[in-house]
């Protein structure tokens, strides 16, 4: 997992617009496991002597998503926690099956952890996509209240709505991903990452494609 993070320490940045509350819609996520397979582990950043940042893949996601990145990056003279999602390809984000064509001009997202919903925004970079609730100093990222969460729960759900509907039809989350937070390593994971950080406040952020 450790090739994932090449290439991901720059500023992803955008105060555009304020992503809206997502309706609670429920997504079906295929299983990426098979019968019997090894439990889904947490894995630090290796050879270092602070990690900057802790590996996760989804125990079950019907989008091309590969890992989900929970990583410390530099904020001018600060640190700054982002989730980050990495694909299977070269992208873009999408639900299995479904076309470039098809997503939609603003897409929108949410994170949930053991039943409390966490608006984010959803912005994009050159080789992997953050979901953010919070900023410091014009740097995308989240807050100390969902990274609490994380700390403390059990399973996360990304909810994402990418794809474009037909005139007429209400908007829906068509992907979603699962992240076991108490899988192997996970709770020494998420607390390193916690230590590089200073307490956030949670202000929004907009979205930027």
């Known amino acids: 997992m450790e090739s994932a993070r090449q290439g991901s320490g720059h500023v992803l940045v955008g105060v ?4 809206a509350v997502a309706t609670c819609l429920s997504v079906t996520a295929e299983a990426t496991e098979s019968p019997g397979a ?7 950043e290796s050879n270092a002597s602070s990690a900057r940042y802790a590996v ?3 125990t079950q996601t019907n989008l091309n998503l590969a890992s989900v990145v929970l990583a410390c990056e530099n904020a001018h003279d600060r640190n700054v926690l982002q989730l980050q999602l990495y694909l299977t390809n070269d992208g873009p984000l999408l639900p299995k ?3 470039a064509s098809q ?3 603003a897409p929108r997202a949410e994170v949930e952890i053991d ?12 080789d992997h996509a953050v979901l953010a609730d919070g900023e410091v100093g014009g740097f995308a990222g989240v807050s100390e209240p969902l990274v609490d969460a994380m ?14 509907e037909p005139p007429g039809v209400k908007a829906a989350f068509d992907g979603a991903a699962v992240i076991d937070l108490r899988a192997d390593g996970g709770s020494a994971a998420i607390g390193a990452m916690r230590q590089c950080v200073s307490p956030m406040k949670n202000r929004s952020v907009g979205l930027t494609r």
């Open 103 to 105: 997503l939609k001009a």
């Open 38 to 44: 090894e439990l889904v582990a947490w894995k630090l």
């Open 56 to 58: 996760a893949e989804p």
């Open 115 to 126: 039943g409390k919903i966490f608006p984010v925004s959803l912005l994009f970079g050159d």
């Open 16 to 19: 555009v617009c304020t992503l």
């Open 97 to 99: 099956g479904a076309d």
């Open 151 to 164: 700390a403390k729960g059990k399973t996360m759900t990304l909810r994402l709505d990418l794809l474009a």
